[in-house]
């Protein structure tokens, strides 16, 4: 067997020394003398555990309570109510991962080690915030120090927690099946593709930023993001692409090293069309395209039922994309970052989640109020949720979503940069766009679905109701192949049968996903896409019925979609 670590280390071209400036020359006693605990090995949280009964006392107390209030939350909240939140693994439990796109067992062990007890997580005071900065805009001290950090990280023996090695494991153990479910059975824990997407991810940088910082002695270092929302930080920002820095990564996909990046995944070569549906897809997934919390944040996802309910928008749309957009087509599994098991060894890859957190923040804070009822989950299966983690001290950490909703209690807050996506409504499209059509031109939706996606096709569906109307377009049960890359694309009354240009009323948005284990090697979900902006763009509120045009971004089987229609938004009176 391979040894685990020969991709680890830092290449030996890496020539980073210690800087000659007093706050980054003193050697931290943190990094020779990692805090190994020999207390009795872990025991975690399991059914008998007193902190986590009390969890679950605690949380019937509120249901009570809530009662009411509760039942109207799962009005417009799929999925049961009447479960647990998904509980933190059991690390002595973790077990082998998996390829998933073999389904082989991976030649590696992504299970952390088990040094000692747990403690519940306290946000800890602190005196400034960490402010994060656009990777592309990074001044060079900032970038010495951000390398510097990850070179210590590199340094530190193997087993220590905080290892570099040991920090992509996190995301390898939590996404590639390493972990069961606490006391059901075999039913895996699953961080991706349910409303655990930003929460997890917020946590695991959290501490992945502590600890870089505290390999530095500077308590106010800050990962940086990729800004590749913004026209000007669409490509990987250059500070990753010098071979000898510590944040250098060999595994990226050497077309797209300068390449202006692909939210879309339309194929596009041309730069200025492909700035143009980048911002498309961001006002879409952010802006107009969620008609309540879950359409952005994910689906629910609750102790005891199957992984991947289903992603949210920004999920499913950027943040995929760009995954595959790095990620190295030379290798077999897309490695680094294509593939789940292996995207935390590129360091791009925590900077690309930044931006994704941030736009969890953007999202709450910046959107208009008047697009979706709450951005706020309430419910206490997700609030509840816990994750374990190593901190910077190397003590191991049980942390709750309920800690995580606000950035600058965890003591870090963002650059502003503007953000020309926010109003990035396609101009109206008229006549132009519109469809000259009889209606028996096109097959009605009945003789389409269930549907086996392998190429473009182009349908009817009737309107749910007629004149200015508030609706989604739903579809239902698509079932993937988890092992594979799979995309897709909504137009609605589009004439192009593989559109390159996004920048147009009829893009109504999107479902991919990145290869990851699942218990079935299938899941089904269901995604809905808000209409109401483009009837409005279009003109074709009058009209009966909309043509749908769905277009397959890979290639190959492995997705069937059960079902079509549009209803009428639940959420508005
Ligand atoms: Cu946990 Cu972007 O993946």
């Given at each position: 067997?391979?040894?685990?670590?020969?991709?680890?280390?830092?290449?030996?071209?890496?020539?980073?020394?210690?800087?000659?400036?007093?706050?980054?020359?003193?050697?931290?006693?943190?990094?020779?003398?990692?805090?190994?605990?020999?207390?009795?090995?872990?025991?975690?949280?399991?059914?008998?555990?007193?902190?986590?009964?009390?969890?679950?006392?605690?949380?019937?107390?509120?249901?009570?309570?809530?009662?009411?209030?509760?039942?109207?939350?799962?009005?417009?909240?799929?999925?049961?109510?009447?479960?647990?939140?998904?509980?933190?693994?059991?690390?002595?439990?973790?077990?082998?991962?998996?390829?998933?796109?073999?389904?082989?067992?991976?030649?590696?062990?992504?299970?952390?080690?088990?040094?000692?007890?747990?403690?519940?997580?306290?946000?800890?005071?602190?005196?400034?915030?960490?402010?994060?900065?656009?990777?592309?805009?990074?001044?060079?001290?900032?970038?010495?120090?951000?390398?510097?950090?990850?070179?210590?990280?590199?340094?530190?023996?193997?087993?220590?927690?905080?290892?570099?090695?040991?920090?992509?494991?996190?995301?390898?153990?939590?996404?590639?099946?390493?972990?069961?479910?606490?006391?059901?059975?075999?039913?895996?824990?699953?961080?991706?593709?349910?409303?655990?997407?930003?929460?997890?991810?917020?946590?695991?940088?959290?501490?992945?930023?502590?600890?870089?910082?505290?390999?530095?002695?500077?308590?106010?270092?800050?990962?940086?993001?990729?800004?590749?929302?913004?026209?000007?930080?669409?490509?990987?920002?250059?500070?990753?692409?010098?071979?000898?820095?510590?944040?250098?990564?060999?595994?990226?996909?050497?077309?797209?090293?300068?390449?202006?990046?692909?939210?879309g995944?339309t194929?596009?070569?041309?730069?200025m069309q492909?700035?143009t549906n980048?911002l498309t897809v961001m006002y879409t997934?952010?802006v107009r395209g969620?008609?309540?919390?879950?359409?952005?944040?994910?689906?629910?996802?609750?102790?005891?039922?199957?992984?991947?309910?289903?992603?949210?928008?920004?999920?499913?749309?950027?943040?995929?994309?760009?995954?595959?957009?790095?990620?190295?087509?030379?290798?077999?599994?897309?490695?680094?970052?294509?593939?789940?098991?292996?995207?935390?060894?590129?360091?791009?890859?925590?900077?690309?989640?930044?931006?994704?957190?941030?736009?969890?923040?953007?999202?709450?804070?910046?959107?208009p109020?008047?697009k979706?009822?709450?951005?706020?989950?309430?419910?206490?299966?997700?609030?509840?949720?816990?994750?374990?983690?190593?901190?910077?001290?190397?003590?191991?950490?049980?942390?709750?979503?309920?800690?995580?909703?606000?950035?600058?209690?965890?003591?870090?807050?963002?650059?502003?940069?503007?953000?020309?996506w926010l109003d990035y409504r396609p101009p109206i499209q008229t006549a132009l766009a519109r469809i000259k059509r009889t209606t028996s031109f096109f097959?009605?939706?009945?003789?389409?679905?269930?549907?086996?996606?392998?190429?473009?096709?182009r349908f009817e569906v009737q309107k749910a109701k007629k004149g200015k109307a508030d609706e989604l377009l739903?579809?239902?049960?698509?079932?993937?192949?988890?092992?594979?890359?799979?995309?897709?694309d909504v137009f609605v009354n589009d004439e192009d049968d593989n559109p390159l240009e996004l920048d147009k009323a009829a893009y109504a948005g999107?479902?991919?996903?990145?290869?990851?284990?699942?218990?079935?090697?299938?899941?089904?979900?269901?995604?809905?896409l808000r209409l109401t902006d483009l009837y409005e763009d279009m003109d074709i509120g009058d009209d009966d019925s909309i043509v749908v045009t769905i277009v397959?971004?890979?290639?190959?089987?492995?997705?069937?979609?059960?079902?079509?229609?549009i209803?009428e938004n639940?959420?508005?009176?």
């Amino acid at each position: 067997m391979a040894s685990l670590y020969l991709h680890c280390t830092a290449p030996p071209s890496s020539k980073l020394r210690p800087s000659p400036q007093p706050l980054l020359s003193k050697p931290s006693p943190f990094i020779s003398h990692a805090r190994r605990s020999h207390r009795h090995p872990l025991r975690a949280s399991s059914q008998s555990d007193s902190d986590s009964s009390k969890g679950r006392l605690d949380r019937r107390n509120v249901l009570l309570g809530l009662g009411g209030l509760y039942g109207a939350t799962n009005l417009i909240s799929p999925g049961s109510a009447s479960a647990n939140p998904v509980q933190a693994p059991e690390l002595d439990k973790c077990g082998a991962a998996t390829n998933l796109n073999n389904q082989q067992i991976l030649d590696v062990n992504c299970c952390p080690p088990v040094t000692g007890d747990i403690i519940d997580y306290k946000l800890p005071t602190f005196y400034k915030l960490r402010t994060r900065q656009s990777a592309h805009r990074l001044n060079p001290t900032d970038v010495f120090k951000y390398n510097l950090a990850i070179q210590r990280m590199k340094e530190l023996p193997e087993d220590d927690p905080r290892s570099f090695m040991q920090q992509a494991f996190i995301h390898c153990a939590y996404c590639n099946g390493a972990y069961n479910q606490p006391g059901q059975g075999d039913l895996d824990i699953q961080v991706h593709n349910s409303w655990l997407f930003f929460p997890f991810h917020r946590w695991y940088l959290y501490f992945y930023e502590r600890i870089l910082g505290k390999l530095i002695d500077d308590p106010t270092f800050a990962l940086p993001f990729w800004n590749w929302d913004n026209p000007k930080g669409m490509t990987i920002p250059p500070i990753f692409l010098d071979p000898k820095a510590a944040i250098y990564d060999a595994k990226r996909n050497p077309d797209n090293l300068k390449a202006v990046v692909d939210l879309g995944r339309t194929g596009s070569k041309d730069p200025m069309q492909l700035v143009t549906n980048n911002l498309t897809v961001m006002y879409t997934e952010m802006v107009r395209g969620n008609a309540d919390v879950y359409d952005f944040m994910g689906q629910p996802y609750r102790e005891g039922t199957p992984v991947n309910p289903g992603p949210g928008s920004s999920e499913r749309g950027s943040h995929t994309s760009l995954h595959i957009f790095v990620g190295d087509p030379r290798e077999p599994s897309g490695e680094d970052m294509g593939n789940f098991y292996s995207a935390g060894r590129d360091p791009l890859f925590y900077c690309h989640h930044a931006n994704v957190d941030r736009m969890w923040t953007l999202w709450k804070d910046v959107l208009p109020k008047d697009k979706v009822p709450t951005k706020d989950i309430t419910d206490p299966d997700y609030l509840n949720a816990s994750f374990l983690f190593y901190d910077e001290n190397a003590q191991l950490v049980r942390v709750y979503v309920r800690d995580c909703l606000d950035t600058r209690k965890m003591g870090y807050d963002l650059q502003r940069i503007d953000l020309p996506w926010l109003d990035y409504r396609p101009p109206i499209q008229t006549a132009l766009a519109r469809i000259k059509r009889t209606t028996s031109f096109f097959p009605k939706v009945f003789s389409v679905f269930p549907l086996n996606l392998t190429k473009v096709v182009r349908f009817e569906v009737q309107k749910a109701k007629k004149g200015k109307a508030d609706e989604l377009l739903v579809l239902e049960d698509i079932t993937v192949d988890t092992t594979k890359f799979l995309k897709f694309d909504v137009f609605v009354n589009d004439e192009d049968d593989n559109p390159l240009e996004l920048d147009k009323a009829a893009y109504a948005g999107t479902y991919a996903q990145v290869p990851h284990k699942a218990p079935k090697k299938t899941s089904t979900t269901s995604i809905r896409l808000r209409l109401t902006d483009l009837y409005e763009d279009m003109d074709i509120g009058d009209d009966d019925s909309i043509v749908v045009t769905i277009v397959p971004r890979h290639s190959g089987p492995g997705v069937t979609i059960g079902g079509i229609k549009i209803i009428e938004n639940p959420n508005k009176a």
